[in-house]
């Protein structure tokens, strides 16, 4: 591969990269202004996933390969989640 089409693969990859982040900050905007809007639901929620993983004994630093596996995989899905709950959250339904 010559080093022009590497150049190009990587200003592709970057302007994938680019894009993807643009796609995700309405979303995740639209959820942080509304852990912003119901802080005791976000911190019971914090809270109550600490404490799940805690009786589980689970800590990422003691299962081998979580912690790429959190940087990697899960992320995306942590993404994808936010995304399909700002979406949701978006269409009219307010619970109070």
């Known amino acids: 591969m ?3 089409k590497q150049l ?3 200003r ?3 302007a994938r990269s ?3 982040r643009q796609e995700l900050a309405v ?3 639209a959820l942080l202004a509304r852990g912003q809007g ?7 929620v914090a809270a109550g996933a600490g404490f799940v993983l805690g009786q589980l004994n689970v800590h990422p630093l003691r299962v081998p390969g979580l912690g790429a596996l959190l940087s990697g995989t899960v992320a ?15 269409g009219g339904f307010d619970p109070s």
């Not at 119901?38 to 019971?44: E, F, I, R």
């Not at 899905?77 to 995304?83: E, L, P, S, T």
């Open 38 to 44: 119901h802080p005791l639901a976000t911190v019971g």
């Open 12 to 14: 592709v990859a970057q």
């Open 18 to 20: 680019q894009q993807a």
């Open 2 to 4: 010559s080093i022009f």
């Open 76 to 90: 995306e899905v942590v993404a994808q989640a936010a995304r399909l709950l700002a979406e949701f959250t978006a």
């Open 27 to 29: 979303p995740a905007q």
């Open 8 to 10: 190009q693969a990587v």
